[in-house]
């Protein structure tokens, strides 16, 4: 069977090509850009098929596609930093709006229907009130960043497409997920990052943070990514499916859990600069109907999870700290 991947050299890309080389049988293909950075893919590469694609240029997106011809696509590739969401809100609506409108056009064009899962978020949800939570799929959308609106208007753009054109379309709204090669950006991997970098002395022990009050639904990258391949596998075309555990989390909780793993001794200080303008309070997801569906379960626990995290970015600083 013949996979194509968007977004191959990203967080959850790279666990999502591991993840179907382990299972075998699967012929991979991945989408990269002139801008991707490959450290996350570099220990598998020579085991995929690679292609150079901006899929916000039509054309370009039609030339792989269409060499490609996919049984299955999983369409990851996204601007998916929230932050950024704030300071590049045209650019965000691009890359992530185009990017999938030309995937949809390409296939519609060439007369193929491959089955395509619609990496969606949390973050479409945005305000969430109290009595609402957990989260289930038929909770209003009320997005709280460009972000959000982005994914909100990739959910619908599927679900128009499946309407109206028959297009096998499986969307899932991930909640929070995390692990080894999570980008230095995101919360939970960045307190891992100091927490490593103050270890090895290159850091004073001061962890900068924002918003600690906050929950979190977090999920194993790899337990998503498996979710990711059930959703396709097993998934009903047109629907839209939570994946998540079920539990929030309060990015205090995270960072006490991390320093827990460390013998360092650190201070804590609040950076302004990383407070955001309007932030989601809570985000605690519903799995029934995925789980129901597919019989999904995440299997990797949240200690492992944080273990293996704060393990990568030590490794990581260590390499460096070698070089230099």
Known sequence: MRVLITGITGFAGSHLAEYLLERGGVEIHGIESWRSKTDNIDHIKSRLVMHECDLRDASSARKVIEAVRPDWIFHLAAQSFVPTSWKAPAETLTTNLIGQLNVFEVVRQIGINP???????????????????????DNPLRPLSPYGVSKVGQDLLAYQYYQSYGLHVVRTRGFNHT?????????????????????RGVQEPVIKVGNLGTMRDYTDVRDMVRGYWLALEKGEPGEVYNICTGVARSIQSVLDHLLSLSG???RVEQDPARMRPSDVALLQ???TKF???TGWHPQISWETTLKD?????????GVYAERV
């Open 115 to 137: 089955r395509i899962q619609i990496a969606g978020s949390s973050e479409e949800y945005g305000l969430v009130l109290p009595e609402e939570t957990p989260i289930t799929e």
């Open 179 to 199: 692990g080894p090669r999570r980008g230095d950006v995101f919360v939970e991997s960045n307190f891992a990052l100091q927490l490593a970098r103050i270890e």
């Open 264 to 266: 360092a001794r650190v």
């Open 285 to 287: 997801g519903d799995s």
């Open 291 to 293: 789980r129901t569906r």
């Open 309 to 317: 995290l704060l393990e990568y970015w030590r490794e990581r600083v």
